[in-house]
């Protein structure tokens, strides 16, 4: 396996303080669906620029930043290993289609916002927000094959983090898992080997503003896309397809580069967000999945457990991950 290309970062940042306002990067261009979303913003908000306000790492062999040997910020799988390895994205993209129209929630919360043509959904394992345990997305009949579909999904995602992820960290996480009242797989079944990730959240033509997630693992996200001028059935991954969106670390300063079929594992305790479309892209659905880890799911969300400690795994692993 070839070392992944690791970016200089050559720019001195003023990282924004998100604590006042919501932070949204955007690639300049004239977006009714950016501008649909900040309509819907009801806090005073700021949007900066990705080519002037970061460096721009797009490297289609694979790149990492580190924050440490132990700690990984970002790793950006090489295409040609994704290529080579996936099916035709139509059928990723039919599955993820159907979720969206049965799932998606219209209104924003939290830190998402959506506007006109683009959708949001959350599926999986949830905490309880007014009482403890967790509780699973209704499966739907009409959505049964779609979940089946998702599965492989997150077999295809969970191999190619045994594969890229640092050495330990599955290992630490089946650890934990052990020690807590771990019910996270994401979908129940008789299954004894639990899932790497309990949830998912997918979105298409989405922008997210600067925020930090309260997981305890990295985050895996994959973007795809529908061409508005070929039919659905004959798009395929390719490695030359131009940049569709930017995954954005304001805190380092850096803004991946991210065309369809790029997989990219973050982690979520670093200030990131999802920028606007490219202008190749201005008049395509771009889909953005990720899997996700929360603390709560670990923990069983049983309020007694100190989730902090959890999450102080992810960014201090010295004494955990070896």
């Not at 309990?198 to 997981?215: F, G």
Request: hydrophobic share 35%; charged share 20%; proline share 5%.
């Amino acid at each position: 396996m070839d070392a992944l290309h690791t970016p200089i970062v050559t720019k001195v940042m003023s990282y924004p303080n998100i604590t006042r306002e919501r932070v949204f990067y955007s690639t300049g261009l004239s977006d009714p669906v950016f501008d649909s979303m900040l309509s819907g913003v009801n806090v005073p908000y700021r949007v900066l620029n990705v080519f002037t306000d970061l460096m721009v790492d797009d490297c289609v062999t694979g790149s990492k930043l580190m924050e440490s040997d132990l700690v990984p910020i970002y790793i950006l799988l090489p295409r040609n290993i994704v290529v080579n390895n996936s099916p035709s994205q139509h059928i990723d993209i039919l599955h993820l289609k159907k979720l969206l129209m049965r799932y998606s929630k219209p209104k924003s919360r939290g830190s998402r916002c959506t506007g006109l043509s683009s959708k949001y959904a959350t599926i999986g394992v949830h905490c309880n927000r007014s009482r403890s345990g967790l509780s699973n997305t209704r499966i739907f009949d009409d959505c049964v094959k779609s979940f089946e579909h998702v599965k492989k999904m997150l077999g295809r995602v969970q191999h190619y983090a045994a594969m890229y992820l640092p050495f330990g960290l599955l290992s630490t996480l089946n650890r934990i898992k052990e020690s807590t009242k771990d019910k996270s797989n994401f979908i129940p079944n008789n299954n004894e080997q639990r899932d790497v990730w309990a949830s998912l959240a997918t979105s298409y033509n989405y922008v997210s503003p600067i925020h930090t997630d309260r997981d305890s693992f990295l985050s895996c996200l994959m973007v795809s896309h529908v061409p508005s001028h070929a039919s659905l059935k004959k798009q395929q991954i390719v490695c030359d397809l131009d940049v569709a969106v930017y995954f954005c670390f304001p805190g380092s300063g850096v803004a991946v580069a991210l065309r369809p079929g790029d997989i990219l594992f973050f982690n979520p305790l670093y200030p990131h967000c999802l920028s606007q479309r490219t202008e190749e892209y201005i008049n395509e659905e771009v889909y953005v999945t990720s899997f996700y880890m929360k603390t709560g799911q670990l923990s069983a969300n049983d309020k007694k457990v100190c989730n902090d400690n959890l999450e102080y795994d992810l960014k201090n692993p010295s004494s955990t991950y070896k």
